[in-house]
């Protein structure tokens, strides 16, 4: 079975530039998830969506961050304008089911984000 | 929320089983424990779960503690590749969000 697809796995753009990454869930899932990872901060999860709406966006850093679930089985995770202080890797992960926390959390490989 | 906490890192040899330990004194009635891994380079994986009996299953075992204060995640035979970041996560039951403390950075000696 696939599992929870992201791209590009890798993005190196100018300071000012739009940046947009994608997630595609495993099929089924109801819940995804955006976090981001520093060596300073660790992981922290910016947003997450039930049934493609989202329910947390507390983590999103500011206003230049959005994301968007057009549909169960596609995200996009924007920064407008990118500055360095984004560069970090940014995962998206999936899990069924709303209710219960004993649903584990798939997570995808990743992309690796350089902001110059 | 209620936190967890690991020690920073901790090494073990291969082929020999690995306790890591983690606390969770202020863990409430619906918290679940969980564990995840992350090896280096790809995004965290789910390990297991429980809320109060021991568990199994083909990655490691979990064993928790009766007053549910601590738990041990076990794993039985240490491979290079068990290698990793472990996180300790208590997540309440009904709440979909993980939170991410800064885990074990395991390393395996061979």
């Known amino acids: 079975d696939a599992g929870v697809i992201q791209s590009p796995r890798h993005e190196v753009t100018e300071m000012g530039q739009e940046v947009t990454l994608r997630c595609k869930p495993i099929?089924?899932?109801?819940?995804l998830f955006w976090y981001r990872q520093t060596m300073m901060r660790g992981l922290e999860l910016l947003i997450y969506?039930?049934?493609?709406?989202?329910?947390?966006d507390s983590g999103m850093p500011e206003d230049r961050f959005s994301a968007k679930m057009p549909n169960a089985s596609f995200s996009t995770l924007k920064i407008q304008p990118s500055e360095p202080r984004d560069s970090a890797v940014y995962f998206c992960?999936?899990?069924?089911?709303?209710?219960?926390?004993?649903?584990?959390?798939?997570f995808g490989d990743g992309t690796r984000l350089s902001i110059l | 929320d209620a936190k967890t906490t690991q020690p920073n890192s901790m090494e073990s040899n291969e082929e020999e089983p690995v306790h890591l330990p983690c606390n969770h004194s202020t863990i409430s009635g619906t918290d679940y424990i969980h564990w995840y891994r992350q090896l280096p380079s790809q995004g965290p994986e789910y390990v297991i779960h429980g809320l109060t009996s021991n568990v199994n299953n083909r990655m490691a075992s979990l064993a928790i503690a009766e007053d549910r204060k601590s738990s041990t995640l076990i794993l039985h035979r240490a491979t290079l590749r068990d290698a990793a970041v472990y996180y300790c996560i208590l997540r309440r039951r009904g709440d979909d969000k993980i939170i991410f403390g800064k885990g074990t950075r395991l390393h395996i000696l061979p």
């Open positions: 992960a999936s899990s069924k089911a709303a209710a219960g926390a004993n649903q584990p959390q798939h």
């Open positions: 969506f039930n049934n493609n709406v989202p329910i947390d």
């Open positions: 099929s089924g899932h109801n819940s």
